[in-house]
């Protein structure tokens, strides 16, 4: 391995100038920054990472989670979205990123000791599973955390402007004609009792109060289990005119139930996705979804996390909403306060 002594040898300089030099020291003429910095370039020269973390107290390592309950939860759309914005940003401000698990070195250990054993600067957690005690200790340790989909907590967190979101796509419903609308919610997560708050406040400005039955739920990215709960609003005596889904996948599940049932998208039932995946826009009709800034969500959470890092402020910090954007599509039908009551009766067993 090539030090900086064999570099300050080869050009005929001091150790102090090749460090100055490889740091951006600001006392030496440019001209030398660049024949020190080429020089160790053509001799294949890479920093000590173990000694600059030493030296500098940080490791320029972000730890990343996104322990779900789905152990594929990385494989979804949005997750992997986020994810690869969140290691773009990290890269471009000088870090690695590395995932945290519960294994290392053959043993297992908690979430907090696999950190603290590598020596992370700082840990995102993206869509984890907030709920879980594992989850729970590490956002609970002092180690200086970023949260995606996760409020309240006491770390920085970065999230879509879900009320907003909610109140976008409840309004678009609204404006439409729809005055029976309900909502499959996402199940057991942070962000599912979020949205399902935000559903009932954009519910309450139109002056709809939408019966317990209207308010159901599923995982999230279930197929399945999107389907049983679009069959339980199909029993009810007096179904919806329009169903939201927790996501985009779980609105197809939905409206493959619609259409064992014999029911037309969006003539005999409209349907609302979430997230804006591409997927939607691929399907025929169109989706009606909202979109999340899976960019700016992932950017953010790198800058709010390396902020917490310079700072050490620990101190809960308000979350970062990020704006997204509604996506009219075409599952959504136009109703006349005359075609506002139900359909013929859907074929349920």
């Known amino acids: 391995m090539v030090t900086i002594s064999e570099i300050a040898?080869?050009?005929?300089?001091?150790?102090?100038?090749?460090?100055?030099?490889?740091?951006?020291?600001?006392?030496?003429?440019?001209?030398?920054?660049?024949?020190?910095?080429?020089?160790?370039?053509?001799?294949?020269?890479?920093?000590?990472?173990?000694?600059?973390?030493?030296?500098?107290?940080?490791?320029?390592?972000?730890?990343?989670?996104?322990?779900?309950?789905?152990?594929?939860?990385?494989?979804?759309?949005?997750?992997?979205?986020?994810?690869?914005?969140?290691?773009?940003?990290?890269?471009?401000?000088?870090?690695?990123?590395?995932?945290?698990?519960?294994?290392?070195?053959?043993?297992?250990?908690?979430?907090?000791e696999h950190c603290r054993y590598r020596g992370f600067d700082g840990i995102a957690l993206i869509c984890a599973d907030f709920l879980s005690p594992a989850v729970r200790e590490l956002l609970e340790s002092l180690l200086p955390c970023v949260t995606v989909d996760a409020y309240p907590t006491r770390h920085a967190s970065v999230m879509t402007d879900n009320e907003a979101a909610l109140d976008a796509l409840v309004a678009h419903a609204y404006g439409l004609g729809h005055r029976r609308i309900a909502y499959i919610g996402g199940k057991g997560s942070a962000i599912a009792e979020i949205r399902a708050a935000a559903f009932r406040k954009a519910c309450a400005r139109h002056g709809l109060q939408p019966p317990v039955a209207y308010l159901d739920s599923a995982e999230f990215n279930d197929l399945h289990a999107a389907a049983v709960a679009t069959r339980r609003l199909l029993r009810l005596p007096e179904r919806p005119t329009c169903i939201l889904y927790p996501d985009d996948y779980a609105c197809l599940g939905g409206m493959a139930e619609l259409e064992a049932q014999g029911l037309s998208v969006p003539e005999e039932m409209s349907v609302i996705g979430f997230d804006g995946l591409q997927l939607g826009q691929l399907l025929r009709p169109h989706l009606t979804t909202y979109r999340q800034d899976t960019e700016a969500i992932g950017r953010l959470a790198v800058q709010r996390l390396l902020e917490t890092v310079a700072d050490g402020d620990r101190t809960p910090a308000e979350p970062l909403w990020i704006p997204g954007q509604l996506i009219p599509g075409e599952t959504v039908a136009c109703l006349s306060k005359s075609s506002a009551t139900p359909s013929r009766a859907a074929n349920t067993p």
């Not at 390592?61 to 979205?81: I, P």
């Open 9 to 112: 040898r080869h050009c005929g300089v001091s150790i102090a100038t090749v460090s100055k030099a490889l740091n951006r020291g600001g006392d030496i003429s440019e001209a030398t920054v660049q024949r020190v910095r080429q020089a160790a370039q053509a001799l294949g020269y890479a920093p000590n990472a173990a000694a600059r973390a030493l030296k500098t107290k940080h490791s320029h390592n972000l730890g990343l989670l996104t322990q779900l309950r789905d152990s594929h939860g990385r494989a979804h759309e949005f997750v992997s979205l986020v994810i690869s914005a969140f290691q773009a940003e990290a890269e471009r401000r000088g870090y690695d990123v590395t995932l945290v698990s519960q294994q290392a070195q053959g043993a297992t250990m908690s979430y907090v």
